[in-house]
């Protein structure tokens, strides 16, 4: 008649834990089978048990910790079509020391009840779902864009676009072979300069 996935507590919003009771959004994910009621996972069908057995109604704790205001952003599934699924997160108020959540259903003639387990007590599982959903938002946010800058490599001792040999200071036209010395037949150069040797200056 009903699946529910996906379920964790969320504090979120809530009112702060007393040292008997906590408000929490009991978030879960519902699948609908043929039958329609008027709201699912309706906080009066919730109920607690604690370490002796003793089971209590949502609805009385809810009243005897005067909590009746929902935690902010709590969805309620009310008129969800049958055969379809929707997210949901009634406002629960769970005694501290509840080993057990269940949630009794009658609906279309069909009696169904779910229990949820807490093995490490109400405290490990709110801090337990804390911590994952702290996990998943530092694991999805949107990290920096890198750049990678292109990189053009040179031949040694050129500078780009001039061709020209930063240890000798010679036109590469003018060393065609690379041996760092002046060609015999380089190009002639301006003024009087009439020779290769000539180019190099009275040191050269």
């Not at 949502?58 to 005897?64: E, L, R």
């Not at 380089?186 to 040191?203: E, F, H, I, S, T």
């Amino acid at each position: 008649m009903l699946n529910v996935t996906g379920t964790r507590l969320d504090t979120s919003g809530c009112a702060p834990a007393t040292g008997e009771v906590t408000q929490a959004k009991f978030v879960a994910t519902i699948k609908t089978g043929n039958v329609e009621t008027d709201q699912w996972l309706w906080e009066s069908d919730f109920y607690y048990v604690d370490p002796t057995g003793k089971v209590v109604e949502n609805i009385d704790v809810t009243q005897k910790a005067d909590l009746w205001f929902p935690c902010t952003e709590s969805v309620l599934l009310i008129k969800t079509p049958p055969n379809s699924i929707a997210d949901g997160s009634p406002t629960l108020a769970i005694p501290n020391n509840s080993t057990t959540i269940g949630y009794h259903l009658e609906a279309g003639g069909v009696d169904q009840r779910v229990e949820w387990k807490l093995p490490g007590g109400l405290s490990a599982a709110v801090q337990s779902t804390a911590a994952e959903t702290a996990e998943s938002e530092t694991t999805t946010q949107e990290q920096p864009a890198t750049t990678t800058a292109s990189e053009t490599t040179y031949p040694t001792g050129t500078v780009p676009g001039e061709g020209a040999d930063l240890n000798s200071g010679i036109p590469s036209e003018w060393d065609r072979d690379g041996n760092g010395l002046i060609d015999t037949d380089a190009p002639v150069g301006d003024g009087d300069c009439d020779n290769p040797q000539c180019l190099l200056g009275p040191n050269g």
